[in-house]
């Protein structure tokens, strides 16, 4: 019968350096960061009826928040800055991922 008592959680980390190589390692790995200012679905018969000039409409205000994906999921939303010549985007709230729970069942 397993111990009942929890075991103490490690301290987390306070800087990057204090992690195990192999986890400074993925620290590396580069990811596709993205920025939506708007999105909305067409059909494509209206899609290929665009042509230069045409004008899209959004129905997202011009004062909403812009959202910054990793990949393909949502990871925070932000308004847009000037910096310098270019644009950034200034970090108001970090997206939480949706939990997923899964049932547990008696196996035998």
């Given at each position: ?51 230069p ?6 129905d ?43 049932p ?5």
């Amino acid at each position: 019968m397993p111990d009942p008592t929890p075991t103490p959680e490690k301290p987390r980390p306070r800087d990057f350096r204090e992690l195990p190589p192999y986890a400074r390692t993925l620290l590396q790995v580069r990811v596709q960061v993205s920025v939506t200012l708007a999105a909305k679905r067409q059909k494509v018969e209206e899609v290929m009826a665009l042509v230069p000039g045409s004008l899209l409409m959004f129905d997202k205000p011009c004062d909403a928040m812009l959202e910054m994906s990793v990949g393909d999921r949502p990871f925070a939303e932000g308004d847009v800055v000037k910096v310098g010549e270019k644009f950034g985007l200034r970090l108001d709230r970090m997206l939480m991922p949706d939990e997923h729970f899964l049932p547990v069942r008696r196996t035998g």
